[in-house]
C-alpha cells in the first residue's frame, strides 16, 4: 500500500471527511485528496501528527519503501544542519541514483536503521492486530489491505479493498452509489454509476464462504449484510 492509500484506509476507518480530516492537521480538503490519491506527501511534521492522531507507527505510514524509511529514520535522529542537508539532496536524486546514495547512508547510518527496523517489527504486529476488521469469516487487514475469507486471501485489488472496506463499516445499512463513489473514489460521482456496478460484480465473485452478501435495492443503492438464512 502507498502512503496515500494507508492515510485513506485511516480517515475511512475513522468515519470521517476529507474536510474534517483537513482540519484536524491544518490543511485544506484538497490537500487531503492530493495525498490519498498520490499526488503529494504531507511533510514530516504534518506525518508525525497523523501518527500520533491515529495512534500507528510512523514507519507503517511510510509503508513498504527501506529507502524511504531510512530517509525518515535519519530525519528524526538527525542533529546537525549537514546531515539536514543531506537528506534534502537525496530525495531530490534521480531513482537511478538512489541506490548508489543509500548504500552509502546505510554504512554511515547502520546503527540508525537497525534499530528502526527492529522497532518496525516489533510494532507491525501490534498495528496488524490493532486496525483489523473481523466480521465473521471475513478478516480485513488495514495493515496490508488484504481481504481473508476463512484464513484465504481472496486477493482484491485497492478499489475493490476500499469497497469491501466502506461495506464492512455500514453493515446491513443501505449505502447509496453516489457515496459509495465519492468515499471509495474520493470525488463527486458523474451521472454514469458504471463503475461503481462494475466493482461490485467483481467484489460479489470474491465473496463466496464469506457468510455475507451485497445486494442491490432499486432506486437506493447496495446493502451489505448476512442473508436473512443465516
Known amino acids: 500500500m502507498s502512503i496515500g492509500e494507508r492515510l485513506r ?35 514530516l511534521p504534518v506525518l508525525k501528527k497523523i501518527s500520533e492522531y491515529y495512534n500507528v507507527p510512523l ?33 531530490e536524486l534521480p531513482e537511478s541514483a538512489k541506490k548508489k546514495a543509500f548504500e552509502y547512508i546505510e554504512r554511515l547510518y547502520e546503527d540508525v536503521i537497525n534499530k528502526e527496523h527492529a522497532k518496525e517489527k516489533k510494532d507491525a504486529g501490534k498495528v496488524q492486530e490493532k486496525i483489523s476488521i473481523v466480521k465473521g469469516a471475513l478478516r480485513l487487514n488495514l495493515f496490508s489491505g488484504q481481504a481473508f475469507v476463512n484464513g484465504k486471501d481472496i486477493l482484491l485489488k485497492p478499489k475493490e479493498f476500499n469497497l469491501l472496506l466502506l461495506f464492512a463499516q455500514h453493515e ?25 456496478r462494475f466493482q461490485i460484480s467483481n467484489l460479489r465473485e470474491k465473496l463466496p464462504g464469506s457468510g455475507y452478501t451485497i445486494t442491490s435495492q432499486r432506486g437506493e443503492g447496495y446493502i451489505f449484510e448476512k442473508p436473512a438464512e443465516q
Open 9 to 43: 484506509v485511516l480517515r475511512y476507518n475513522a468515519k470521517i471527511s476529507m474536510r474534517q480530516q483537513g482540519k484536524l492537521f491544518g490543511v485544506s480538503a484538497n490537500s487531503v485528496y492530493r495525498w490519498e490519491h498520490n499526488l503529494n506527501i504531507p511533510s
Open 172 to 196: 446491513s445499512e443501505t449505502i447509496s452509489t453516489e457515496y459509495i463513489y465519492e468515499k471509495v473514489w474520493g470525488q463527486p460521482m458523474n451521472e454514469d454509476s458504471g463503475a461503481v
Open 59 to 91: 514507519e507503517w505510514l511510510v509503508g513498504e519503501s527501506k529507502v524511504d524509511k531510512v530517509a525518515v529514520a535519519l530525519e528524526q535522529n538527525s542533529g546537525c544542519s549537514a546531515e539536514q542537508q543531506f537528506i534534502n539532496i537525496y530525495r
